[in-house]
């Protein structure tokens, strides 16, 4: 069974494996020919979710055209994932009661890393969207410079509307890409590359819109158990890649089951129905609520603390940690008892539930292999949206007290005992990459496991920078207990469970 050859051999595969009935020649034609979708960033998430449901769209005959999907930064994914398939790729979702899902995803009609190509497409007055998954790093990046150039062009080529729609997972988004691709605009106005009607139509919302969005599914890199499955199955095309830019990825995707889309619903020049496929669609202030529940309490603050002590414990997987009494109390008093206090309902999705199917049936989940590692990437960049909302919350309440807090504070506590380097038995590990990974190494020299800490500068300079907290932890009162549980984790080996054992109760 191969990929490339889906729709031409369908007869032949495995009753297990669902493949499209829509027309995909028809669907790549109409797309060529009047694009409404394209987007950047070609990895596993948009694969797994956005691409997929897409798919849903074709299938049920409520579109018929797909999506074109742009690469700037990793042109390898098109050249070893995308091109060899024909854009074609197949989904694997590892459902919590064990069962498998598997399906052809052909709604990816052309993958694209030609600049002038992008110039072609954007032009096109039919182009109802651009969306990213491109990490919060790239709004930092030359994309977008290029997705000012890429603007300039549509609005040389008739200022037709547009939405350009970030799905990355960080916190208000689409004013994270609006302030990006609005300053790289003005650059471009200074060095006389662009006139001011150019920023009037960036400016103007019911040409340009940048509307907010919350993304939720986790993703793992592909993974060998599943690889191990799908050749058993007769399914040929399962090379595991590593591109020069280091990212994990297959020509398959495996991926947990639940997923969330909330999109502010500002689309200047329409947009597909994705209603159909689960979307949910609001204002932004809905939209704003959801991604705090999400980011703030009922999920990524649990995936900080579990990526920190799983690396630090000898974990391989989440779900792995889920076993653990003392990690499990860790999250779930971390969710329930110091988070749900100050979260904000935003109505389209209740976080009790939510968090309660966090607790319960993803993490645990025995069938999705995601890594620590894979979660830590980053984490200084995350602390402040997934801890930083909270913190500020307790400090602002009259009925609540910030010094009370336990698993917060122990969680940074383990962070600063992951920077060392060195696990609880001693060993040193490898640690997740981070853009100031080497700074806070620096900070955090001459401290080593079982010796005592002669110098604290480093450490404190830390605890009191609120680009990393999303506030100063001296002024919250924090700071000490953080310190102290940093000590205890750092006496000897074996120190990091004691703490847990003492604290998680």
């Not at 798919?55 to 742009?70: N, P």
Request: negative net charge; charged residues 25%; glycine residues 6%.
């Amino acid at each position: 069974m191969k990929l490339k050859e889906a729709w031409e051999t369908r007869e032949k595969w495995n009753k297990d494996y669902f493949i499209p009935s829509y027309d995909r020649e028809m669907v790549k034609k109409n797309t060529n020919n009047a694009p409404v979708w394209l987007h950047f960033g070609a990895g596993n998430i948009f694969r797994a979710f956005i691409a997929a449901a897409m798919d849903t769209l074709l299938e049920q005959g409520l579109s018929d055209r797909g999506i074109i999907v742009c690469e700037d930064y990793d042109k390898e994914l098109v050249n070893r994932v995308y091109a060899p398939y024909d854009c074609i790729s197949l989904m694997v979702t590892l459902r919590s009661d064990g069962k498998i899902n598997k399906r052809v995803i052909g709604s990816v009609t052309e993958a694209v890393t030609d600049t002038e190509r992008m110039k072609k497409l954007v032009q096109m007055p039919s182009v109802q969207l651009i969306s990213f998954t491109i990490t919060e790093k790239g709004y930092q990046g030359p994309l977008m410079r290029k997705m000012a150039e890429l603007c300039l062009e549509r609005y040389h080529g008739g200022a037709w509307p547009i939405a350009l729609v970030s799905m990355d997972n960080c916190a208000h988004n689409g004013e994270l890409l609006s302030s990006a691709v609005r300053m790289q605009a003005q650059r471009l106005v200074e060095e006389g590359k662009a006139e001011q009607g150019f920023l009037d139509y960036l400016e103007d919302e019911s040409k340009v819109s940048f509307p907010w969005t919350m993304i939720d599914k986790i993703t793992p890199r592909p993974d060998e158990t599943v690889k191990e499955l799908l050749e058993s199955e007769g399914f040929e095309n399962v090379e595991q890649i590593i591109t020069s830019c280091n990212t994990y990825t297959a020509p398959f995707v495996n991926a947990e089951e639940t997923e969330y889309l909330v999109i502010e619903d500002k689309f200047p020049n329409g947009r597909p129905n994705l209603e159909a496929a689960g979307v949910l669609f609001a204002d932004k202030e809905i939209v704003d609520k959801t991604e705090k529940m999400k980011v703030g309490t009922c999920l990524n603050p649990l995936h900080t603390a579990l990526a920190v002590f799983g690396c630090l414990l000898g974990y391989e997987t989440i779900h792995a940690e889920m076993e653990d009494p003392q990690l499990k109390k860790l999250v779930c008093e971390l969710g329930y008892k110091e988070g749900m206090p100050v979260v904000v309902n935003p109505g389209i999705i209740q976080p009790e539930q939510f968090l309660k199917d966090v607790l319960e049936k993803r993490l645990p989940n025995p069938f999705m292999p995601d890594s620590p590692y894979r979660i830590a990437t980053d984490t200084s960049q995350k602390i402040p949206v997934r801890f930083g909302h909270t913190l500020q919350a307790y400090s602002k309440s009259s009925t609540l007290e910030v010094k009370e807090l336990k698993m917060i504070p122990l969680v940074f506590a383990g962070w600063l005992r992951y920077l060392i380097g060195v696990d609880d038995q001693g060993a040193e590990f490898t640690r997740s990459s981070d853009p100031r990974l080497e700074a806070l190494t620096e900070q955090m020299k001459g401290i080593e496991l079982g010796k005592e800490i002669e110098g604290e500068q480093g450490i404190d300079l830390i605890l009191q920078d609120q680009s990393i907290f999303g506030i100063d932890l001296y002024q919250t009162g924090l700071a000490d207990k953080v310190k102290v549980m940093f000590k205890e984790m750092a006496r000897e080996k074996g120190a990091v469970r004691k703490v847990l054992q003492k604290y998680c109760i």
